[in-house]
């Protein structure tokens, strides 16, 4: 008999709105902005839960991250998705602070250099957002391109880690 993963979460106030945390037993699950479409991304959470630690663990993390004390994050994460989607989410975790990639750069470090559509698909639907860094990937022509958030968080995003200025 399995059982099904109970998925809590906790709304955060952020510099770029409301965030909607979501976490299991093994590790941070979502990170969502309020424009985040439903069933874009998944799990949304079953129970909403203030004190689960690994919430409070992500909420401190990003207070730091948005303070400027923090560059990369110390979680553990229960990505939800296809095998291609999660090794584009593990490649996004690569990416240094300050830095960014694009499409095609991601492509290949997954072994798939011909897939970068299917890899702006895939990070069209990272579950983890800012803390698996998918804002950090842009067009191959340094342009701002889709973002879940919308371009102007991303915008702000990149501004507060020093990648445009």
Known sequence: MTTRAEYVFKTIDSPVGKL?????????????FER??????????????VRHPVLVKAERQLGEYFAGRRQAFELELDFIGTPFQRSV??????????QTRSYGEIAKQVGRPSASR??????????VAIVAPCHRVIGSTGA???????????????RLEGSLT
């Open 20 to 32: 909607r945390l979501v976490a299991s037993n093994k590790g941070l699950a979502g990170v969502w």
């Open 36 to 49: 985040t479409k439903p069933g874009r991304v998944r799990p949304r959470g079953d129970v909403e839960s």
């Open 89 to 98: 989410w593990k490649a996004l975790l690569t990416i240094p602070f300050g």
């Open 118 to 127: 299917a890899v702006g698909a895939a990070n069209g639907r990272n579950p």
């Open 144 to 158: 701002l391109t889709g973002f879940g958030g919308g371009l102007d968080v991303k915008e702000r995003l990149l």
